[in-house]
C-alpha cells in the first residue's frame, strides 16, 4: 500500500543503517572492560544520613515486605520512592546494588546510540560516540556511584528519555514498525525519572522542543501514514502514560497516609509555608540563606503559628542544621538553603510531638 519509491527508501535505509558484526563485538569488549574497572568500586551507606542513604533502604525493605512505604513518619514521603523500587528489583533479581547501577546507564548508552544511529553516516561513529558515554568519568565519581542515593540512577534515567525522545523524534514520520516502542518507553522512563528526584521540570523545555518539532515536521511534510497528527497521538501517548504511573503513586499515597502527592514537598502546606518564608525581604541579604535568624526574629514577632517553631529553630535542631552547611564569613552560623527545609520540618514535628 506504500508508494514504490516509499518501500525502496526504506529499504536502502535498513540496508544502510545495519550495524556491522565488529562494531556490537567491540561494543561488547568494551563494555565487559567498563564492568570490570567499575569492579574496583564499592557501595556504602551511611546509618546517619536518615534523609539518605538510610531513608532509601528502608523504604527498599518495606516494599519487599509488601508494606509500600511502611509506617508514615516525618521521613516517609520526603523523597521519591523510584530509587527505592530500583533497590528493590536489584534484590530480587540477584544484583549487587552498585553493578545495577552500571548496567542500567551501559544500557541508557546503548539505546541512545540505537536512537541516534539513522543519523549517523558510518557504523563506525555509532562505536566512538558509545565509548565516550560508556566511559564518561562521572560514573566513577565517588559519592555520586558509591553511596546509596539516587544519584547513582539519575543520570541513567536521564539519557534514557532522551534517547526515547530522539527515537520517537526521528520514526515518528516514517513508516516505522517500532515507533510505538519508543513512546512506550519514554512514558516509562519520564514516570521512573518524575518519581526520582523532585527538580525533574528541568527536563521538560528540552523535551518541549523535540515535541514541537517533530510535529512541525510532520505537519510540513504531510507524508505521514495516518495523518500529521500521529506524532502527537505518539507523544501524547507517552506522556499520559507517564502521568497515570505518577497519580498511581499519588493515589497510594492518598489512600495509606491521606496525601495525594507523590513526595511530601508537592503539597500545598509545605509549598505554603515555605514560599511564605523565603518571601521575607531581609534587611542584609547572605549568600546561600533564604530564611536568616533576623529575618526569623522579625516573623516570630508578627507569627503566632511560627513563633511556636522558635525553641526548636532557635535551639538544638536549628543548631546542628546550622553545623551541617559549608561555612563563609558572610553566612557564618546561618541555615544554609539546602539545609533550612529539613530543619523547619524537623522543628516542626518537635512542635507536634512535645
Known amino acids: 500500500s506504500y508508494p514504490s519509491t516509499y518501500r525502496f527508501e526504506m529499504r536502502k535505509s535498513r540496508i544502510d543503517n545495519k550495524i556491522p558484526l565488529y562494531i556490537w563485538l567491540l561494543m561488547g569488549l568494551f563494555t565487559v572492560i567498563k564492568i570490570w574497572l567499575a569492579a574496583g568500586q564499592s557501595l556504602s551507606a551511611r546509618e546517619a544520613a536518615v534523609h539518605d542513604d538510610r531513608l532509601f533502604l528502608s523504604l527498599a525493605q518495606n516494599l519487599l515486605e509488601g508494606k509500600w512505604l511502611g509506617a508514615y513518619d ?49 557504523p563506525i561513529y555509532m562505536l566512538g560516540l558509545f565509548t565516550v558515554l560508556l566511559f564518561n ?34 520514526l515518528a514520520n516514517k513508516y516505522a514498525k517500532w515507533v510505538w516502542l519508543w513512546s512506550v518507553s519514554l512514558g516509562l522512563f519520564l514516570a521512573a525519572f518524575w518519581l526520582t528526584r523532585e527538580e525533574g521540570i528541568w527536563l521538560l523545555p528540552s523535551i518541549g522542543i523535540i515535541v514541537l518539532f517533530s510535529v512541525y515536521r510532520s505537519w510540513k511534510s504531510r507524508k505521514l501514514e495516518g495523518g500529521w497528527l500521529k506524532p502527537l497521538y505518539l507523544w501524547g501517548s507517552a506522556f499520559i502514560l507517564a502521568f497515570v504511573l505518577v497519580s498511581f503513586v499519588s493515589l497510594l499515597n492518598l489512600q495509606l497516609y491521606g496525601l495525594y502527592a507523590k513526595t511530601e514537598f508537592d503539597a500545598r502546606p509545605f509549598k505554603s509555608a515555605y514560599g511564605a518564608l523565603s518571601r521575607v525581604k531581609p534587611k542584609e541579604t547572605l549568600p546561600k540563606v533564604p530564611v536568616s535568624k533576623q529575618t526569623r526574629r522579625e516573623i516570630y514577632q508578627i507569627s503566632p503559628a511560627f513563633s511556636e517553631l522558635e525553641p526548636y529553630l532557635e535551639g538544638e535542631i536549628g543548631e546542628m542544621w546550622a553545623q551541617l552547611g559549608e561555612k563563609e564569613e558572610a553566612n557564618k552560623d546561618e541555615i544554609l538553603g539546602g539545609w533550612f527545609m529539613w530543619a523547619l520540618r524537623d522543628a516542626v514535628n518537635s512542635c507536634l510531638l512535645y
Open 74 to 122: 516525618q521521613f516517609t514521603l520526603i523523597k521519591g520512592p523510584f530509587y527505592s523500587i530500583w533497590i528493590a528489583i536489584a534484590f530480587i533479581s540477584g544484583f549487587p546494588l552498585l553493578l545495577s547501577q552500571h548496567l542500567l546507564y551501559i544500557g541508557a548508552s546503548l539505546i541512545f546510540c540505537i536512537s541516534i544511529r539513522p543519523l549517523l553516516s558510518k
Open 137 to 170: 568519568p562521572m560514573t566513577y565519581t565517588d559519592e555520586t556511584m558509591t553511596r546509596v542515593i539516587r544519584d547513582g540512577i539519575y543520570p541513567a534515567l536521564t539519557l534514557l528519555i532522551f534517547s526515547c525522545a530522539v527515537g520517537l523524534l526521528i
